[in-house]
């Protein structure tokens, strides 16, 4: 019987810790942080996901028999690396592989020399510079600050006022940090999402998944981390599928080997399927947040021996159920924006919604600790079925602060 440990704390390691928890093979998982839904799963740590250094002294003391790492950030640390240099199993790319998501540049480089298909783009380190490449470039626009920015570091500049504002926070301000900007062509269609376990150039898919990432029904309001996903996609075709992983993803697993930075873990293609074909609009070193909420538990095979078989070099068996789940965030009055903390919640620990931004106070009471706060999913024989359920789902937790997207997936089967 094995001892798990799962790095982070947010609603995507709440799902890896309950796709774990269900694994015949796993008798004991801790979490680094962890989370208060969490705990109800596993022992939770007093170690930040970023103190490298505890992570694998306790891994090392405690025998762990495998460490899978959530957030990019651990990652781009280079916590891989470590794991493996002491020793310990662990899943997830090292801090080489994992520059695909820390550097955009990287990314387009790499995607430009080896003809993944993607937007064109310019890359700046000075900001008059990028300001007169914007001025001639058709608006809207996508700026993006080259490094990690928790999520935020994308602005869809619809006017150049806005560009030149993007420009000034990512290159004049530092608001993410110094460094450079890309600067891409504006593509417009569905965006989805195209999750895959990889080991060197063997690749293997996950379902699909589409996030929401504007605040509010029908896609109005502030972009954010996502307010909910649904999966599977009824709008990917058959032929859509195999060109995504034919001509992209094992096209990019491969280039990685070819660039001497070989991935082994979850390579999260965020993509478009535009008028012109589908294109990469970003890659992520990890599972997405809030996708992987709604893609494992549609997995029916055993999650811990796939990620051993990843980290061994071996194939994964992966059977997933054909229902269709939907997920809904219930965030903080104010977010993306500023929002207040320490709101008591009330029925939220059930199997199926998933923490994100939650903790206990001094009282024992559950309390509200971040911008999103809960993930709320169901399951249903149709997207319109499995909609209804989330939302019936979201009325049961009750909390004065918190607010949500009525219409997961809605856009698929309202015709």
């Known amino acids: 019987m094995a001892k798990v440990l799962v790095v982070g704390g947010g609603g995507r390691e709440h799902a890896i810790v309950h796709a774990l928890s269900k694994s015949k093979k796993v008798e004991k998982i801790f979490a680094a942080p962890g989370n208060a839904g969490i705990q109800n799963l596993a ?6 996901d970023t103190e490298v250094d505890k992570i694998v002294d306790f891994a090392k003391a405690n025998q762990i028999d495998l460490v899978v790492v959530g957030p990019e950030a ?10 493996r240099a002491a020793g310990i199993k662990a899943f997830g790319p090292n801090k080489a592989a994992a520059q695909i998501e820390a550097s955009k540049n990287f990314a387009k480089d790499l995607m430009s020399k080896y003809n993944i298909p993607t937007a064109r783009y310019e890359v700046f380190t000075d900001y008059n510079e990028a300001l007169e490449y914007v001025k001639i470039s058709p608006i809207p626009t996508v700026i993006k600050y080259d490094g990690l920015a928790a999520g935020k570091g994308v602005v869809v500049a619809m006017t150049l006022e806005e560009a030149d504002n993007a420009l000034k926070d990512m290159l004049l301000d530092d608001k993410f940090g110094h460094g450079k900007v890309v600067i891409e062509e504006y593509l417009e269609g569905p965006e989805f999402s195209f999750m895959c376990f990889v080991n060197g150039e063997n690749v293997y898919p996950l379902e699909m998944a589409q996030d929401h990432k504007r605040a509010y029904d029908n896609d109005l309001g502030p972009n954010t981390g996502g307010m909910g996903a649904y999966s599977p996609l009824p709008f990917i075709t058959k032929e859509d599928y195999e060109y995504a992983l034919n001509e992209i993803m094992i096209p990019t697993a491969k280039a990685m080997v070819m660039d001497g930075c070989p991935f082994t873990g979850v390579l999260y293609g965020g993509l478009m399927k535009t008028k012109k074909g589908i294109k990469v609009i970003e890659f992520n ?3 997405g947040d809030p996708e992987t909420e709604v893609v494992l538990p549609r997995l029916t095979s055993d999650i811990y021996d796939a990620f051993v078989a990843i980290c061994d070099g071996k194939e994964p068996v992966l059977t997933w159920d054909n229902k269709y789940t939907i997920g809904i965030v219930l965030a903080s009055k ?3 924006g500023d929002y207040k903390k320490g709101y008591v919640i009330l029925g939220a620990d059930k199997e199926n ?3 994100m931004g939650t903790k206990r106070n001094e009282k024992g009471e559950l309390v509200t600790n971040g911008g999103r706060v809960l993930f709320a999913v169901a399951s ?9 359920k989330a939302n019936e789902l979201v009325e049961t937790i009750k909390c004065e602060n918190l607010f949500h997207r009525t219409d997961i997936g809605a ?5």
């Open 43 to 48: 022992e939770c740590l007093n170690i930040k």
């Open 380 to 388: 249903g024989d149709t997207l319109e079925d499995a909609n209804k």
């Open 334 to 336: 104010g977010y993306p």
């Open 74 to 83: 651990s990652l781009a640390l280079g916590i891989i690396d470590a794991l």
């Open 411 to 415: 856009k698929a089967y309202r015709k």
């Open 285 to 287: 070193a990890r599972f």
């Open 353 to 355: 919604i998933y923490h």
